[in-house]
């Protein structure tokens, strides 16, 4: 895989994040994301590529072998200070105890830019 890789969780790792991802993802997100997108009146495609429109935001994959099962990253609404976001698949929710391992660095990550 030709991206750069953040944290390694055994079969579960975090990588810079490209629009096919949210494509391949898009119409299998666990309910609940997909509802809450609904509720902000946007499908889980848009919701997934609105990030790349926005030039401050950082956009991480979440992988299981290779595959995409998730996304998250960032946006900047101030200087100092960002909103993060997660839309994932129910491949999160299988691999938990994996996944939960390696939050710590991800959250890390996610607010190296931000005070707030």
Do not use: H
């Not at 919701?47 to 790349?52: G, I, N, V, Y």
């Amino acid at each position: 895989m030709d991206r750069d890789i953040y944290v390694n969780r055994g079969r579960l790792y975090l990588a810079n994040a490209s629009p096919n991802d949210a494509l391949a993802i898009k119409d299998s997100l666990r309910f609940n994301d997909a509802r809450e997108c609904f509720i902000f009146g946007v499908t889980p495609e848009e919701a997934l590529l609105e990030p790349f429109l926005d030039n401050t935001s950082k956009n991480y994959t979440v992988f299981l072998d290779d595959m995409p099962v998730g996304m998250c990253g960032t946006n900047r609404l101030e200087d100092n200070i960002g909103t993060v976001w997660m839309l994932a698949t129910d491949d999160i929710s299988q691999n938990k105890f994996t996944f939960l391992k390696g939050c710590l660095e991800v959250v890390n990550i996610l607010q190296e830019d931000f005070e707030t």
